[in-house]
T-cell receptor, first 110, second 112 residues
Framework: EDQVTQSPEALRLQEGESSSLNCSYTVSGLRGLFWYRQDPGKGPEFLFTLYSAGEEKEKERLKATLTKKESFLHITAPKPEDSATYLCAVGGGGAQKLVFGQGTRLTINP | NAGVTQTPKFQVLKTGQSMTLQCAQDMNHEYMSWYRQDPGMGLRLIHYSVGAGITDQGEVPNGYNVSRSTTEDFPLRLLSAAPSQTSVYFC???????????FGDGTRLSIL
């Protein structure tokens, strides 16, 4: 059974304080690992897709990396507008069947 | 470009009532899905469709029905609402398999 575990559940940082969010996964045949951002009252917004171990992608202050067992979302010098819940999902038996983690709620204090 | 549109945004039902949650996308995506999001449970797949006329069950399909008569629309039907179906429901679509899914802003459903 495909499983995704995200840690920590919640993270509070000061503006400019860099950190990383973790997504550990077990899947039978990875067909993509996806990172989403979700703001309160909104649907998840796509950030990155990673397909193979060693792959990295960047967007502004965010950088996602992938190994065979986990993915990290690195946040460099975050700003208050980066506050959101970050969701990780894996596509296993058919990428349409995404399995989501419970998310990490990130708060950036000014 | 509207993306994925869900209606209604909020709904309150009584136990035993039925209703349909609407989902429409204007991106000509073949793949569409329905998820529910509950506190501490993450997003869970209810039903999905790989194209018009083709649907399949996800992780938590009981109590829900879907059909896909057009590429654009993918309605979710609650047959007889139960309090356990109180949740936030999200519809998503993607161009093809292994492509990222685009989500609507959800329907917040309360069953009394």
């Amino acid at each position: 059974e495909d499983q995704v575990t995200q840690s920590p559940e919640a993270l509070r940082l000061q503006e400019g304080e860099s950190s990383s969010l973790n997504c550990s996964y077990t899947v039978s045949g990875l067909r993509g690992l996806f990172w989403y951002r979700q703001d309160p009252g909104k649907g998840p917004e796509f950030l990155f897709t990673l397909y193979s171990a060693g792959e990295e992608k960047e967007k502004e202050r965010l950088k996602a990396t992938l190994t065979k067992k986990e993915s990290f979302l690195h946040i460099t010098a975050p700003k208050p507008e980066d506050s959101a819940t970050y969701l990780c999902a894996v596509g296993g038996g058919g990428a349409q069947k995404l399995v989501f983690g419970q998310g990490t709620r990130l708060t950036i204090n000014p | 470009n509207a993306g994925v549109t869900q209606t209604p945004k909020f709904q309150v039902l009584k136990t035993g009532q039925s209703m349909t949650l609407q989902c429409a996308q204007d991106m000509n995506h073949e793949y569409m899905s329905w998820y529910r999001q509950d506190p501490g449970m993450g997003l869970r797949l209810i039903h999905y469709s790989v194209g018009a006329g083709i649907t399949d069950q996800g992780e938590v399909p009981n109590g829900y029905n879907v059909s896909r008569s057009t590429t654009e629309d993918f309605p979710l039907r609650l047959l007889s609402a139960a309090p356990s179906q109180t949740s936030v429901y999200f519809c998503a679509s993607s161009y093809r398999e292994s492509q990222p899914q685009h989500f609507g802003d959800g329907t917040r459903l309360s069953i009394l």
